[in-house]
């Protein structure tokens, strides 16, 4: 029996790599482009010889490196309209980044604005092996007369040295890459990729990266259901999209290509790949504004106490405690962590008055209180004030909160053995004074 | 008299018990050792002689100057306790002091393994006092360590699994270790048989396939038990030549290995007293005086029965704790926990499946307990080394089960003290493992046109992916074009892929996941009602939700377990190969099985009497494999009734497929047998085996290459067997009665066979 044969028969037992569930939405745009094409039929023979004429009708141009052939091109969008606003947007956080003297993960300080490549990939697959191809490298850099969005297409599998050799061309090691999620996929994907033809090309640079998809999760990870590219753009960066196709369908797209050798089918997730550099930009702008307190539009309390604990981290104490103070002022929840880390930051500071009125306040704004003010307020009582009955009184508060929690994570459980414990300690102290 | 009793006393004790039928000394043996080899590292010999070591035994010697001089592949035959470690170690540290920039792998069967060997060879290379950096490389390491792993781990070590699933697809974040690979170490190859070692040896043809894209050519060493085919098995697993290194030199303890047949309590039936419950009796013994005993058993189910009762027997003298279960199925920490506590001396037994037969470190035991014949005697003398590893008297007590395997071992002691052990197999080029390992090759690297796996031809098969949409051809190159990521859906230990969770949920507002088991498994041992059996506890089975490969359990308190019957169907497919045996015919191909469970029975624990009974709902499982077909010319058999013809198929059956299993080395789940009166293909009284995974991992085709012996054997068993008209232990069922001697019929028709 031939081995053919033979695995025909076993077929059954032979594991199918599982396909994406949008097989079908990807045949479906498949079908609309076959037809508009209006059955522009050509035999397989032909197909592919005429290659580089259908990518030069998406404006792509072949570039030729040792006998293989990749696509790039550059688009440029003027700063009119919007991309004017965009632009002035981005020239004054530089100004403010450069600055400000802080270490802070979003900071360009000292990279000049036309080096930052807002960067993004599409590739074969979601897994990160070596088996995972990138076909399309995108990124946006502000240029003098506009935004510049270039792209490098991976025409066929075969020819992967010379899309490489064609992006390293255009990247040097004074850029700066701003992505999204690229520090844990985009980035490794490419030097995973770039290993196999490292014989051939330049080394990779070393560069800067800026990851915002970090700094996104930051800000919004409580707010948004997830912190997906498309749902912050639609939710906090007011982008539309209209008939986009989804990055998830880049797989499906690119090896039908491969099959039909038309570059039409990438036509959607090219759009695609060029939209999301796009955005980068405004993302990063926005974000920034929000930290500089330049956002005009009116941020959530969330989001000014996610900043101030950010800055918080990256010792800057003072910005947070102004981002604080905005929350505080905010109605809806969040006020009482307002005025509870302001009366951390204060109690740091050895401001203990000002820290126990924030504690108190952090009390009174909310109905459920929270349960860490109380125990502050404990601490300080039995520490500084040494007014054990005042301490014994917080803690008590603090230990009843603390038992009407509705789920008793581990992490609660812990909060009210600590509790017990200071209970028991204060009494045993007013007890001794007795 | 009261008091406490030596080990020496209890052995004496055991020696005047009429049901010991063999008694075997293996009397102390000296070392033999040789100088350090001229070529050793000035450094190694200081380390060594740091540790009081002066000279190397004989094989490790051996070892080293093969490797390090001779630049040879080796595989060292090392039992328990001869110091197989040093047999890698030397060499590949050599190496390294050579050339530091020079890398080597390690692979280890399990996680646990690994573990122990990155501590004790750390150790060492602490005593050399030189940066060499090695690293375990698992599941559980973690992300910022294994950044440095990759880039700066001069040894590796790792199982097949992470090897397969995690460094191979991402081999270009290993360069510097594919770049400088000089050496792989694959211990415990006796492990690597069966399914699980034709998985390896790909992923094995994968690694060199790496290695050779990076420039690298690693030489190997394998360690193994001994087996009849130490070198036969690394060739096949490693594709390359080997020598072998066989002289051991290490010092053994004195050992009695003892062999205990349970006395026969039904005379007619021959049925023996039940092994288990010996085997309860008799460690009992050990375990009152708090002698530390291992207890191996066959079945998860049965170390579980085992482990209950003995908790019982010796609850005056042990609490609880100090009788742990073993086997897989518990979680990770719970058997590193249990290793911990059987090093320190806390747990004084163990009841375990063939899981401990591995090198684990749970330190020294005194006593080995068998129950029943584990099914190999490279298995055997595993599982009795765990006894007295370090040099001083230690015994080890086989106790017989009535089947035809374990009577067929106790009636030839010889076989078992002196014969050659079995051969382990592997099919590497089984289509269905080689397909998927293809498949992550071509993930890691495209094929070219004229490329081979390792010397396999493969374009075809590359077409066929290609055709399905997997690999796309272009420009004579073969490039993975498809999203997903291959070696995740193939495992390397089991044929099925999904594992059934194990759910408790008798604490409602905490249900738990406390085990898994293979889909096959678990069509007769999670079922629904089924008496499920976790460190000595029961548990019901509730519900087993099929679709979603959950099986929800609660503790209960019963006095019985469950036992599952399986309906087999056969259909032949194909004949590859065919010939006569005497007036039957013998023919080997490609079969289809489909399997269900039928009903299970409730069987009480005290009496083994069958309670009560249930039907099974799960759907039918396929397989495709390859099989045997022998079948009886039915001109003989017109006279006998077809109830009494299905008998006597049936223990026909039985026996052969009890001699197979020697004759192959391999557990008796991996080859089934099935008897049909009227078989589909040849309209002939037929008897069947099959191997039990799809596509075959070889062991009906070398059946059908020793048919002639493995007949000869059989029917010798049926003259040696005492009873008279047949028993469970040799056909499987009881022959007296209306049928006539079924023995007699079985041995007729099977030496009808043997005419030529």
């Given at each position: 029996m031939s081995i053919k044969s033979k695995l025909q028969r076993m077929k059954g037992h032979l594991k199918t790599e599982k396909q994406a569930d949008n097989q079908d939405a990807a045949h479906e745009i498949k079908n609309q482009i076959n037809n508009a094409e209006t059955n522009n039929k050509q035999d397989n023979a032909k197909k592919g010889s005429d290659l580089p004429e259908k990518w030069e009708k998406l404006d792509f141009q072949p570039f030729d490196f040792e006998g293989e052939t990749s696509f790039q091109r550059k688009v440029y969008y003027p700063f009119a309209g919007e991309n004017k606003t965009l632009k002035s947007d981005m020239e004054s956080v530089h100004t403010w980044w450069n600055n400000i003297e802080m270490d802070h993960p979003l900071s360009s300080r000292d990279?000049?604005?036309?080096?930052m490549m807002f960067f993004d990939t599409e590739t074969t697959g979601l897994s990160t092996g070596a088996g995972n191809s990138i076909f399309l490298i995108g990124y946006a850099r502000l240029l003098e007369e506009g935004i510049e969005v270039t792209q490098h297409i991976l025409g066929d599998p075969a020819s992967e040295a010379a899309f490489m050799y064609g992006f390293l061309q255009e990247f040097s090691k004074d850029d700066y890459l701003v992505s999204y999620?690229?520090?844990?996929?985009d980035w490794p994907q490419v030097k995973s990729r770039h290993a196999f033809v490292r014989e051939r090309v330049p080394k990779l640079p070393a560069f800067g990266h800026i990851d915002l998809l970090h700094a996104a999760r930051r800000l919004w990870k409580h707010e948004?259901?997830?912190?997906r590219l498309s749902i912050v753009e639609q939710e906090k960066l007011s982008v539309r999209r209209e008939n986009d196709t989804p990055g998830s369908m880049a797989p499906l797209l690119y090896f039908d290509y491969l099959n039909e050798k038309d570059p039409e089918i990438l036509s959607g997730i090219i759009e695609h790949n060029d939209q999301d550099v796009r955005s980068l930009i405004k993302l990063y702008a926005e974000i920034s504004k929000r930290l500089n307190l330049t956002y005009q539009e009116g941020m959530t309390a969330m989001e000014h106490l996610q900043i101030g604990h950010w800055f918080e981290q990256t010792g800057s104490p003072s910005r947070a405690l102004v981002h604080y103070e905005k929350a505080s002022g905010l109605s809806g929840s969040g006020r009482e962590k307002a005025y509870h880390r302001i009366g951390l930051l204060l109690k740091k500071e050895g401001d203990i008055n000002s820290a126990k009125e924030n504690f108190l306040r952090a009390l009174a704004v909310s109905s459920t209180p929270f349960p860490d003010s109380w125990t502050e307020l404990a601490k300080i009582a039995e520490h500084q004030e040494k007014n054990f009955s005042d301490a014994y009184k917080y803690s008590r508060q603090a230990l009843e909160q603390l038992k009407s929690s509705t789920r008793l994570t581990g992490g609660v459980k812990k909060q009210i053995e600590a509790a017990e414990k200071r209970v028991s300690r204060l009494s045993g102290k007013l007890d001794g004074k007795r | 008299m009261f008091g406490k009793k030596s080990l020496q006393e209890l052995i004496a004790e055991l020696k005047r018990d009429e049901h010991v039928t063999h008694w075997h000394q293996i009397p102390e043996e000296e070392a033999k050792y040789a100088p350090f080899p001229e070529a050793m590292n000035e450094k190694i010999k200081a380390a060594l002689r740091k540790r009081g070591i002066d000279s190397l035994y004989k094989h490790q010697a051996s070892a080293f100057e093969a490797v390090v001089s001779g630049k040879k592949n080796i595989t060292a035959v090392t039992p328990t306790a001869s110091g197989k470690t040093l047999c890698y170690n030397l060499p590949v540290i050599q190496r390294i002091l050579d050339k530091p920039d020079s890398r080597a792998l390690y692979l280890f069967p399990t996680k646990a393994l690994a573990q122990d060997q990155k501590s004790e060879i750390n150790e060492f290379i602490d005593e050399i006092d030189v940066g060499i950096n090695s690293y375990t490389y698992d599941g559980d390491t973690p992300a910022n360590i294994r950044q440095i792993v990759r880039k700066a781990g001069h040894i590796v070590i790792t199982n097949p699994d992470m090897l397969h699933s995690a460094i191979l697809p991402h081999h270009t974040k290993w360069i510097s270790l594919f770049e400088n690979l000089e050496t792989v170490v694959i211990d415990e190859l006796h492990t690597y048989r069966g399914v699980f070692g034709s998985h390896v040896a790909n992923v094995v043809r994968r690694l060199k396939r790496i290695c050779k894209y990076y420039g690298s050519n690693p030489t190997f060493i394998c360690t193994s038990a001994t087996i009849a085919n130490p070198r036969e098995l690394s060739e096949e697993l490693t594709g390359e030549n080997v020598q072998l290194i066989d002289n051991n030199g290490a010092p053994k303890g004195k050992k009695h290995f003892v062999l205990y047949n349970p006395p026969v309590v039904n005379k007619q039936l021959n049925i023996r007293k039940s092994s288990t419950r010996v085997v309860n009796e008799i460690a009992a013994n050990f375990l009152k005086e708090k002698i530390q005993t291992i207890v191996f058993s066959r079945s998860r189910v049965s170390v579980e029965i085992i482990l209950s009762h003995l908790q019982e027997l010796v609850k005056k003298e042990l609490s609880r704790k100090s009788i742990r279960g073993y086997r897989g199925g518990y979680l990770p920490n719970q058997r590193r926990e249990i290793e911990r506590s059987l090093r320190s001396g806390e747990t004084v037994g163990v009841v375990s499946t063939n899981a401990l037969e591995l090198g684990v470190d749970i330190g020294q035991l005194q006593v080995c307990v068998m129950n029943?014949?584990?099914?190999?005697v490279a298995s055997s003398w595993q599982q009795a080394g765990r006894a007295g590893r370090r040099q001083d008297e230690s015994v080890v007590i086989m106790v017989a089960n009535s089947n035809p395997l374990d009577q067929y071992i106790f009636q030839h002691p010889e076989f078992f003290f002196g014969g050659s052990p079995e051969t382990a197999r592997i099919n590497k080029d089984n289509l269905i493992i080689l397909v998927d390992h293809l498949k992550c090759a071509a993930y890691e690297l495209p094929f070219e046109r004229g490329d081979s796996f390792d010397g396999v031809e493969v374009e075809e098969i590359l077409d066929y992916l290609a055709e399905e949409r997997v690999l796309h051809e272009m420009k004579n190159k073969w490039f993975w074009m498809n999203?997903?990521?291959p070696a995740h859906n193939i495992s390397l230990r089991s044929a099925a892929q999904e594992n059934v969770v194990i759910i408790d949920q008798t604490y409602v507002e905490k249900h738990r996941v406390i085990g898994e088991m293979d889909t096959f498994s678990a069509l007769t041992l999670l079922h629904d009602e089924a008496i499920y059996l976790h460190e000595g506890v029961q548990h019901q089975v509730e519900y087993l939700d099929w679709d979603e490969k959950k099986a929800y359990v609660r503790e209960v308190d019963v006095e019985y377990f469950t036992d599952a019957n399986l309906a087999v169907q056969l259909k032949v497919l194909e004949i590859d190969k065919e010939k006569q045996a005497g007036n039957s015919m013998l023919e080997y191909g490609d079969m289809m099985v489909t399997a269900m469970a039928t009903i299970f029975k409730k069987i009480k624990l005290e009496t083994f009497e069958n309670i009560g009974s249930g039907p099974i709902h799960l759907p039918e499982q396929e397989l495709h494999t390859n099989g045997i077909a022998l079948s009886f010319p039915p001109e003989e058999l017109e006279d006998i009734d077809e109830k009494v013809l299905e008998q006597i198929l049936i223990g026909i059956a039985h026996v052969l497929q009890h001699v197979s299993c020697v004759r192959v080395m391999c557990d008796k789940n991996d080859l089934h047998a099935v008897p049909e009166v009227k078989a589909v293909h040849s309209q002939k009284p037929t008897v069947f085996l099959y191997d039990r995974y799809p596509g075959g991992i070889g062991l009906s085709e070398t059946i059908f290459k020793q048919m002639d012996a493995i007949i000869a054997e059989a029917v010798d068993y049926l003259y040696a067997c005492p009873c008279e008209e047949g028993c469970p232990s040799c056909i499987g069922v009881a022959g007296a009665g209306d049928k006539g001697n079924m023995k007699k019929s079985v041995r007729k028709l099977l030496k009808g066979c043997m005419e030529n």
């Open positions: 990279v000049p604005l036309e080096r999620n690229g520090k844990s996929f948004l259901p997830s912190c | 029943g014949y584990p099914g190999s999203d997903a990521f």
